[in-house]
C-alpha cells in the first residue's frame, strides 16, 4: 500500500471512530438501565415479573447478536402495521436500530453482572445495618449498592470492552462505524490484511485506555486492606522456584 | 426462482433441503467451540498461573497478552491467524526450498481463535477465583505444615475452580459465539450455512430464525450442565 | 513451579502442532475461490455444490484451457488475502473492474457487464423521467441504498458524491428489503436483480426507473466484471483470456448469461487480447 493511500484510508478510519464511540456511548447507560430493570424484576415477589425477566436475559444471552440486530432490524420492517405505527419514526433509522438492539443484548449481560455483584454483597453487612435501624432503602443505597458495585466492577469493564467491540456488528445494517469504513475500504484498495490492522490498532487504542482507566477505579474503589499483593505473597513465597 | 420454493421443501432433508447442511454446521460449531474451549481454559489456566507468579516479567507478559486479545475485534484475531500461519508456515517451507502453498485448514485455526481468545477471558476469570479465596485458607493449610505447592494443589486449586465455575460458564457462551465469526476462513459453521441458505433461498428470516434457536437451545442445555456442576461441587 | 509451567506450555504447543494438516498442494490444478452467497453470478445448492453464472462460465473456461479446476467458497473478505497468499489461483464471481483494484492486482480481460438502473416505489413520483439529468435533479437529498464495491457504488460516487445520503449494504437482500420496507428513497443495482424483485409477490409496489444508466454515457461503468488474479500469474491470465475470446466468440457466454440474468450481459471480446 503506498503512502497516498495510506493516508486515505486513516482519514476515513479516523472519522468514524466517532460513531463507533457514539454507538457505545449510547447503548451504555441505555443496557445498564434494563440490565437494573431486569434485577429488579428477577429479585421481585411476583412469579410473572420473575418469569419474564429470566426469559429475557436467558434469551438474549444465548442468541448471537448479529442474529438479534438482524431480526429488529430487517425482521420488524416486514410488517405493515409496524411501519405505519408511531415507532417506525425510531426503527426506521438504523443508528437508532443498532443502539436498540445492542442495548438489550448488553442490558442481559449487564443483568448477570448485577446478580452476581449482589451476591457476593456479605449478609453480614446488610444485617449490620438493619440492626443499625436503617431504612430498607437506606440500606439497599448505602450498604449493598456500594459493596455490589465495588464486587461487579470487574465484570462490568469486561461487559464495557465487549460492547465497545460488538459495535462492529452495526455495520451488517448500514451504520458506518469504524468495522464498516474498513469494509468499504478494503474491498476499494483490495489491501485487506493492512486496512485490518490499522483497524485493529484503533479498537485496541481505545479499548486500552478503557481497561486501565476502568482498573484504576477498581483499584480506588477497593479499600486499602483488600488491595492485592499481600496474599499472593504468603502463597507464592516460599514455593521452590 | 428458489424464493417461491414452500417452507417444507427448503427444510426438507436430503439433496434439495437445507436441514442436513445446517446439522453439520451446527457439528462443526459444537466440535471447534469445545475444543477451544477446553484448551483454552488449560492456557488460560496457566496464563492465570503466570499473573499471580513473582516473576514480575512473565505476569506482565500474560497481561499484556490478556489485554491485547480482548482489546482487539476477534475477528482480526482470527484473521492474523489464518493468514499469519500460512504465512509462517510457508515462510519456513521456502526456506528448505519448497515454493508451493501451504496452509492449516479452518477447522484448525477456529480451534485456535477460539482457544486464544477463551485463554485469555479465561485467565481473568482465575485470577478473579483466586482472590475470593478467604487468607485464612492458606494460614490453615500452612498451619498443617503442607509445603506451599502440596497445599496449593490441594487446598487452593479445587476451591479456585469451583469458584471459577460461573465465569468459565460464561467464557464457554463466549466461545460458542467466536465461532459464528469463523465463516471468513472458509469454515463452514452454522451461522455460515444460515447465511448461505438465507441468501440463496430468499427466505433469511427462517433461517435467522432457526438459528436462533439452535443457538438458544445449545446454550441453555450447557448453562444447566453448568448450574449442575456448580450444585455438585458446592459443599458445607 | 515454572519447570512444570514450561511444560504446559510445550504439551499445548505440541498438541497444536500435530492437530494441523499441513497440506501441500499441487500446482496443475486451478484453484478458483468464489463468495458462494451472490446470485446470480455465484451461490450454493444445499448439497454444497456452487453454481451461478460465473461458476458455469468459468467451468467452461476450463474446458476451454484443458485443465482440471477446483472450486471453494469463501465469504468475500477473506478471499483477497487468500488469493495473495495463494491459496487460490484466481477468484469469480461478479468482482468489478476497477483502476483502484487494478494497481495491487489484475483482472482477465472483463466478460459481463450488467446494465444498472434505480429502483423505487412506485408511489415514489420519481418514475418517468426521460433523461439522467432530470432523474438526477429528483433524487438529490434522498436516501439511496447500493451494494458495497459493486459498479453501483462506484456510480453513486461519481454523480452523486455529498448530494443524497447512501446506504451501504452487504448484499442485495438487504437492499431489498429497506428498498420494501421504505427505509430507502431509492436504489440502484444491476437490472436483474429489479427484474427478479418487481417480478415476485412482495415486489408489486416497487418498479425499475427510467433511463436506463448505459456504458456510452458513463464511459467507467463500461469495463464490467472480471476474473481476479495475482500480478505475477501471467501464464494463467493469457490463457484465460484466450479461453475467454474463444468462449465470446462462440456466444457461449451470451448463452449462459441468458440462462441467469434473463437477458444478455457479456462483453465484446477485447481486440487487444482476442485480435481483430
Given amino acids: 500500500m503506498d503512502f497516498e493511500t495510506a493516508l486515505h484510508v486513516l482519514i476515513e478510519l479516523a472519522g468514524a471512530i466517532w460513531v463507533t464511540l457514539a454507538l457505545a456511548a449510547a447503548t451504555l447507560p441505555l443496557g445498564f438501565v434494563l440490565a437494573a430493570i431486569a434485577t429488579w424484576a428477577r429479585a421481585s415477589r411476583r412469579r410473572i415479573l420473575r418469569m419474564i425477566a429470566s426469559a429475557y436475559v436467558l434469551s438474549f444471552r444465548s442468541t448471537p447478536l448479529l442474529v438479534q440486530i438482524f431480526v429488529l432490524y430487517y425482521g420488524l420492517s416486514q410488517f405493515a402495521w409496524l411501519r405505519e405505527s408511531p415507532a417506525w419514526i425510531v426503527l426506521k433509522e438504523p443508528f437508532a436500530c443498532a443502539v436498540i438492539a445492542m442495548s438489550l443484548c448488553t442490558g442481559a449481560y449487564t443483568a448477570e453482572v448485577m446478580r452476581g455483584g449482589l451476591a457476593a454483597v456479605p449478609k453480614g453487612a446488610i444485617e449490620a445495618a438493619r440492626a443499625l435501624g436503617l431504612s430498607p432503602l437506606k440500606v439497599l443505597f448505602l450498604v449493598t449498592v456500594p459493596i455490589a458495585a465495588r464486587r461487579a466492577l470487574p465484570a462490568y469493564s469486561n461487559e464495557i470492552v465487549v460492547t465497545l467491540k460488538a459495535t462492529s456488528l452495526a455495520s451488517t445494517i448500514t451504520v458506518m462505524e469504524l468495522t464498516g469504513v474498513a469494509k468499504d475500504l478494503m474491498s476499494q484498495t483490495f489491501a485487506v490484511i493492512q486496512v485490518f490492522c490499522m483497524v485493529a490498532a484503533i479498537y485496541l487504542a481505545i479499548n486500552t485506555i478503557l481497561i486501565l482507566a476502568l482498573r484504576s477505579l477498581e483499584l480506588y474503589l477497593t479499600p486499602l486492606h483488600e488491595r492485592p499483593r499481600s496474599r499472593s505473597e504468603i502463597a507464592w513465597k516460599k514455593a521452590p522456584a | ?236 | 513451579m515454572r519447570g512444570r509451567l514450561v511444560g504446559l506450555f510445550v504439551a499445548l504447543s505440541l498438541g497444536a502442532l500435530l492437530g494441523m494438516q499441513a497440506k501441500a498442494q499441487e500446482q496443475a490444478e486451478v484453484r478458483i475461490g468464489t463468495d458462494g452467497g451472490y446470485l446470480p453470478w455465484s451461490s450454493m445448492t444445499p448439497a454444497g455444490e456452487l453454481t451461478g453464472f460465473d461458476i458455469e462460465l468459468a467451468k467452461l473456461v476450463c474446458g476451454q484451457m484443458e485443465r482440471k479446476c477446483r472450486f471453494t467458497a469463501q465469504p468475500w473478505e477473506g478471499q483477497i488475502p487468500a488469493l495473495e497468499q495463494g491459496k487460490y489461483d484466481i477468484l469469480v464471481g461478479g468482482i468489478s473492474i476497477t483502476a483502484e483494484r487494478q494497481k495491487r492486482l489484475s483482472f482477465t480481460q472483463s466478460y459481463g457487464n450488467l446494465p444498472i438502473n434505480f429502483a423505487a416505489a412506485k408511489s415514489s413520483g420519481l418514475s418517468g423521467k426521460s433523461s439522467w439529468t432530470e432523474l438526477k435533479k429528483a433524487l438529490i437529498g434522498k436516501t439511496i441504498g447500493v451494494q458495497s464495491g459493486t459498479q453501483s457504488q462506484r456510480f453513486m460516487e461519481n454523480e452523486l458524491e455529498g448530494e443524497v445520503t447512501v446506504r451501504l449494504y452487504d448484499n442485495q437482500d438487504s437492499l431489498n428489503l429497506d428498498l420494501l420496507a421504505g427505509r430507502l428513497d431509492a436504489a440502484l443495482a444491476g437490472r436483474s436483480p429489479w427484474i427478479a424483485l418487481t417480478g415476485s409477490s412482495q415486489g408489486q409496489g416497487i418498479e425499475i426507473l427510467s433511463p436506463n444508466l448505459d456504458f456510452e454515457q458513463f464511459n467507467y461503468l463500461g469495463v464490467g466484471v472480471g476474473g481476479l488474479m495475482r500480478k505475477d500469474a501471467d501464464e494463467l491470465r493469457k490463457a484465460w483470456d484466450v479461453a475467454l475470446c474463444a468462449l465470446k466468440k462462440e456466444g457461449e457466454v451470451k448463452r449462459i448469461s441468458e440462462h441467469w440474468f434473463g437477458f444478455d450481459i457479456s462483453t465484446k471480446a477485447d481486440p487487444k487480447i482476442c485480435g481483430a
Fill in chain 2, 1 to 236: 426462482m428458489a424464493g417461491d420454493a414452500s417452507l417444507l421443501e427448503i427444510l426438507a432433508w436430503g439433496d434439495q433441503g437445507w436441514s442436513r447442511p445446517l446439522l453439520v454446521g451446527l457439528g462443526v460449531t459444537v466440535a471447534c467451540a469445545s475444543l477451544g474451549y477446553i484448551l483454552g481454559i488449560a492456557l488460560g489456566f496457566g496464563l492465570a498461573l503466570a499473573k499471580l507468579g513473582r516473576n514480575r516479567w512473565i505476569a506482565a507478559a500474560a497481561n499484556v497478552y490478556t489485554t491485547v486479545v480482548r482489546g482487539v475485534p476477534p475477528l482480526l484475531v482470527i484473521f492474523l491467524l489464518f493468514f499469519g500461519t500460512n504465512g509462517a508456515l510457508m515462510w519456513i517451507a521456502r526456506g528448505f526450498g519448497y515454493t508451493g502453498y501451504i496452509e492449516v485448514d479452518a477447522f484448525t485455526v477456529g480451534v485456535m481463535a477460539v482457544t486464544l481468545v477463551s485463554a485469555s477471558y479465561s485467565s481473568e476469570v482465575f485470577r478473579g477465583a483466586y482472590a475470593t479465596i478467604p487468607e485464612g485458607q492458606f494460614e490453615a493449610f500452612a498451619a498443617l505444615g503442607l509445603r506451599p505447592f502440596t497445599g496449593l494443589c490441594l487446598v487452593i486449586m479445587p476451591q479456585m475452580f469451583r469458584l471459577a465455575l460461573p465465569g468459565l460458564g460464561n467464557v464457554w457462551i463466549m466461545a460458542i459465539k467466536e465461532t459464528t465469526l469463523l465463516s471468513v476462513i472458509s469454515l463452514a459453521e452454522l451461522m455460515r450455512v444460515v447465511g448461505l441458505a438465507g441468501r440463496t433461498t430468499g427466505q433469511p428470516f427462517v433461517f435467522y430464525g432457526a438459528a436462533a434457536v439452535i443457538y438458544l437451545v445449545l446454550v441453555a442445555v450447557s448453562s444447566r450442565a453448568f448450574v449442575a456442576a456448580e450444585n455438585r461441587m458446592r459443599w458445607g
